[in-house]
Every structure is written in structure tokens, then in C-alpha cells.
């Protein structure tokens, strides 16, 4: 967590936790305790193939792949990492990435467009598509089966597969959303006023990735609501699984849970789990929850429900 912390401070953006936790009362959500003793350990059951080059919008956008040593084609994972919108390390959840790689999925993680290249969320989002047409067409370089993928983000990655799960053009099955945002503009309600400003202010990451440089919220309602990817969900939207602290102070747990209701509304399929205890990923003192064999294994045994058996898998 400090080594996170210390990073975003160098970049000119540090990190911020409200001193205070926020509200989540939402009533369908399944609340669980974490034993966070038994860890995840990885071995070397998966070939990585680094640095590949998919998009080159300004500048060169690179994919790490993590292919299972089995035969395949194996279904495809594509994880989006955080950042808060101003950077995306695809080096981030190493372990956990390897460990799901590791149950017979190909895991590739992306870097993406940010506030530091002048990008909007629409950037990102086509950054997304870029790396799923990317990867579908070297489906048989990596041995994965186009046929099935999903989407798994955290926070600001969160966000984004939420979002890109909307359009049926990017052909996805399913999407394990950790801690993302929402309603955007409300990210921080619940938190203290100092905390809230600095996340959700003029000029700050928030508001110029989601509207533009020197574009506030308050100012464009029609434009914040059609970045909210509650609002487009149908009967047509893949499974979704939710994971959320309810320590969070960086992204307010109501996030995940204002999603949760509109894929309920909308009659898709979505499971929320609140983890008791738990902080916003490896940005909270207690990051060993989210690496740990309880969550990682209600995180697997979601995709394997709903991208089918995988290669070397025993029938159900």
C-alpha cells in the first residue's frame, strides 16, 4: 500500500482515503466474513507472453498474456486494472491474475488510455474493444476460444468493463466488477467533505476523464448520467459479480450497490458480495482479503459457471 501511495504522490496526484467509511444498506447483497489466512499461491502453470503490442492510438498500448500449459482453446479473461484514471498498470494483480490463469482461463491484462494521455472514459472504452478484437484475432496464437469471454476490473478497471459490457458489439459473457464506480459523480458520498472534493472537484481525475479538462459535474447531468453504466443495462446484459469492501474510503460501497439494483431491474443476472472488513484492494491495510482463497475462489467458480468447463476440468 505504501509503495502505491508513494507512486501516486511522485505523479502529482496522491491518494486520498476519507477518513470516515461510507453507507451500504443495500438488502440483496451477500455479506461475508473473509478468513484472509489462506492465501493464493501461484505456480508455473501458465505460459506469459509480455509487452505485446495491441493499439497504437498516440502511443503504444501493451497486453500481458497468461496462457494455461493445457491444450485448449481456453476461455478468455481480460482484466482491466485501476488507477483512479490517471495511470493503468497492467502489472497490477500479478497473483491474482496468475492464480485464475492458473484454473484454465487466459488471463490478459491491459494498459489503457488515462487523464495523462488527455483521454476521456470513451478512450478507454475503445481501448477495451481494441484489446478483446486484438486477442480474438490472435485467438489460436494464445489458445483461446473467442467464443467465450469476460471482463474483470477493479476500481477505475471496474468501471470501465462495466461500461464496456453495455455494448454487444464487444460480445461478452460475463464480468467480475471489484470495488468500481458508478454513478461517478457521487463516488465519494458518505465520505468526509475534504475527501469528496478532492475526488470529485473541478479539475480533479474524476470529472476531466468522464467530461473533458475544465468540465464539472453539476455542470453537465445529461453527459454524467450517460456514463453511468446502470443506465444501460437491459435484459441482454451479461452475469455480473460484485465485489465490494465495506471499508472502502476511496470508491463508496453504494457504488457497486446502485449497479446491483439496475442489473436486478433490468433482469440481469448479479451476484454482490460485501466484504466485511475490507478496504479498497491493496490501497487498505488489510489487502491479504483480496488475495485470499476464499474470495479468489467465489471469483473462479463464477467464471466457471458461466464460460463452462474449462480445459483439464473434470465434467460437471
Do not use: C
Not at 496526484?13 to 466474513?33: F, G
Not at 498500448?61 to 483512479?84: C, E, F, K, N
Not at 475526488?199 to 464539472?216: D, E, I, K, M
Not at 453527459?223 to 446484459?237: F, Y
Amino acid at each position: 500500500m505504501r509503495l502505491i501511495r508513494a507512486l501516486a504522490a511522485l505523479s502529482g496526484r496522491p491518494i486520498r482515503l476519507s477518513s470516515v467509511p461510507a453507507p451500504d444498506d443495500d438488502p440483496d447483497s451477500i455479506l461475508l466474513e473473509v478468513e484472509s489466512g489462506s492465501q493464493v499461491k501461484p505456480g508455473r502453470g501458465a505460459e506469459a507472453h509480455r509487452g505485446i503490442v495491441y493499439a497504437t492510438p498516440r502511443r503504444k498500448l501493451r497486453v500481458d498474456i497468461l496462457t494455461p500449459r493445457g491444450p485448449g482453446p481456453h476461455p478468455l479473461v481480460l482484466y482491466v486494472p485501476g488507477g483512479g484514471f490517471v495511470s493503468a498498470r497492467r502489472a497490477m494483480a500479478g497473483r491474482q491474475r496468475r492464480h485464475v490463469a492458473e484454473a484454465g482461463f487466459v488471463v490478459a491484462s491491459i494498459d489503457y488510455r488515462t487523464v495523462g494521455d488527455g483521454a476521456t472514459y470513451r478512450d478507454g472504452l475503445a481501448d477495451v474493444a481494441s484489446a478483446l478484437s486484438f486477442l480474438r484475432l490472435n485467438a489460436g496464437r494464445y489458445r483461446i476460444d473467442p467464443a467465450r469471454t469476460a471482463l474483470w476490473g477493479e476500481s477505475a478497471g471496474g468501471y470501465l468493463v462495466a461500461m464496456a459490457a453495455a455494448d454487444p458489439d464487444n460480445r461478452v459473457d460475463a464480468v467480475v466488477d471489484l470495488f468500481g464506480a458508478s454513478d461517478v459523480a457521487a463516488v465519494a458520498d458518505g465520505f468526509d467533505p475534504a475527501t469528496a472534493k478532492a475526488f470529485t472537484g473541478p479539475g480533479t481525475a474524476l470529472p476531466t476523464y468522464l467530461l473533458g479538462p475544465g468540465r464539472a459535474f453539476a455542470d453537465h447531468p445529461a453527459e454524467v448520467a450517460e456514463a453511468d453504466p446502470a443506465r444501460h443495462v437491459t435484459s441482454r446484459t451479461p452475469p455480473f459479480l460484485l465485489l465490494h469492501g465495506d471499508d472502502d474510503r476511496i470508491v463508496a460501497p453504494a457504488q457497486t450497490a446502485h449497479l446491483h439494483q439496475a442489473l436486478r431491474r433490468g433482469g440481469a443476472d448479479s451476484t454482490r458480495y460485501v466484504l466485511l472488513g475490507a478496504g479498497h484492494g491493496a490501497l487498505s491495510s488489510n489487502a491479504r482479503i483480496w488475495t485470499s482463497t476464499q474470495v479468489m475462489g467465489i471469483i473462479v467458480d463464477f467464471l466457471r459457471s458461466r464460460l463452462g468447463r474449462v480445459s483439464g476440468e473434470a465434467p460437471m
